[in-house]
């Protein structure tokens, strides 16, 4: 794998500093008391390092073990024939990874945590990187997975950048992140669950700071329709929201525009 371009300025983002996306995310992000910026990149690079050896229990827990399902449906999503070939970013432990490998795919992973990749056990290929500037050429991957992360990058906009600029035309995205239902018991169930019970379990089993930032993170991500701008901006098609398990969770999936 060889770098398309160096690193992306502001000038390169999809969304600029100064973008109406951009003051809405800083507010929510001010009220919710999270950093932005850099400061924000050295916290979650921090942060996963101190929690990865305990990463994958505290995910079971927290998920009851759904995060594997909606992992598989996510692989699934890709459409990809086999011995495509598929970066799995951020890509932890390695969950993705062996659920890719097990479908046929050539997945490599990439990860801003070195503690991360030091948990990884795959036998993938792996890297360390920023979503923001992937070490990877130019329209040479066939798809992308990425597994509850969007909310961790410092910037969104040059990431959907770069996903359009290695994702070679017909080429897949498949990615996952947190949700919340619509309404009723199980919304009401979901917000006592993720806000009040998980940052317990995570005290209990792992870091306390960290599952308790992780419910406040939220806050950073966008809403669907903002989404779903941003990957037609980077270059994505049939860009489609699928809530899993009554919305527990949600996946987006999109398509690089142009021939194969």
């Given at each position: 794998?060889?770098?398309?371009?160096?690193?992306?300025?502001?000038?390169?983002?999809?969304?600029?500093?100064?973008?109406p996306?951009?003051?809405?995310?800083?507010?929510?992000?001010?009220?919710a008391?999270?950093?932005?910026?850099?400061?924000?990149?050295?916290?979650?690079?921090?942060?996963?390092?101190?929690?990865?050896?305990?990463?994958d229990?505290?995910?079971?827990?927290?998920?009851?073990?759904?995060?594997?399902?909606?992992?598989k449906?996510?692989?699934?999503?890709l459409?990809?024939?086999?011995?495509?070939?598929?970066?799995?970013?951020?890509?932890?432990?390695?969950d993705?990874?062996?659920?890719?490998?097990?479908?046929?795919?050539?997945?490599?992973?990439?990860?801003?945590?070195?503690?991360?990749?030091?948990?990884?056990?795959?036998g993938?290929?792996?890297?360390?990187?920023?979503?923001?500037?992937?070490?990877?050429?130019?329209?040479?991957?066939?798809?992308?997975?990425?597994?509850?992360?969007?909310?961790?990058?410092?910037?969104?906009?040059?990431?959907?950048?770069?996903?359009?600029?290695?994702?070679?035309?017909?080429?897949?995205?498949?990615?996952?992140?947190?949700?919340?239902?619509?309404?009723?018991?199980?919304?009401?169930?979901?917000?006592?669950?993720?806000?009040?019970?998980v940052?317990?379990?995570?005290?209990?089993?792992s870091?306390?700071?960290?599952?308790?930032?992780?419910?406040?993170?939220?806050?950073?991500?966008?809403?669907?329709?903002?989404?779903?701008?941003?990957?037609v901006?980077?270059?994505?098609?049939?860009?489609?929201?699928?809530?899993?398990?009554?919305?527990?969770?949600?996946?987006?999936?999109?398509?690089?525009?142009?021939?194969?």
């Amino acid at each position: 794998m060889t770098a398309g371009r160096p690193n992306p300025s502001s000038a390169d983002a999809t969304t600029p500093p100064g973008s109406p996306l951009s003051f809405d995310i800083a507010a929510r992000a001010a009220e919710a008391d999270l950093p932005t910026g850099t400061e924000k990149t050295q916290l979650v690079r921090s942060m996963f390092d101190a929690i990865a050896p305990r990463y994958d229990l505290v995910n079971r827990m927290m998920t009851f073990g759904l995060d594997v399902r909606w992992r598989k449906q996510s692989a699934r999503a890709l459409g990809l024939p086999a011995g495509s070939r598929v970066l799995d970013l951020a890509c932890g432990t390695g969950d993705f990874l062996a659920i890719l490998k097990d479908a046929g795919l050539r997945p490599f992973g990439m990860d801003l945590s070195w503690g991360m990749l030091a948990a990884n056990h795959t036998g993938a290929p792996l890297a360390q990187a920023d979503g923001a500037w992937l070490p990877v050429a130019d329209r040479s991957l066939d798809g992308i997975t990425c597994g509850y992360a969007l909310r961790n990058f410092t910037e969104l906009g040059p990431v959907f950048a770069e996903f359009g600029r290695v994702v070679r035309p017909g080429g897949r995205l498949s990615l996952l992140e947190v949700s919340e239902p619509e309404g009723g018991l199980l919304r009401l169930g979901d917000r006592v669950w993720f806000r009040h019970v998980v940052p317990i379990i995570g005290g209990l089993v792992s870091d306390r700071s960290a599952y308790r930032y992780l419910p406040r993170s939220t806050a950073y991500l966008p809403s669907t329709a903002e989404l779903r701008s941003l990957l037609v901006e980077a270059g994505f098609s049939s860009v489609n929201h699928r809530p899993l398990s009554g919305g527990l969770s949600q996946m987006i999936t999109a398509t690089r525009v142009g021939r194969p």
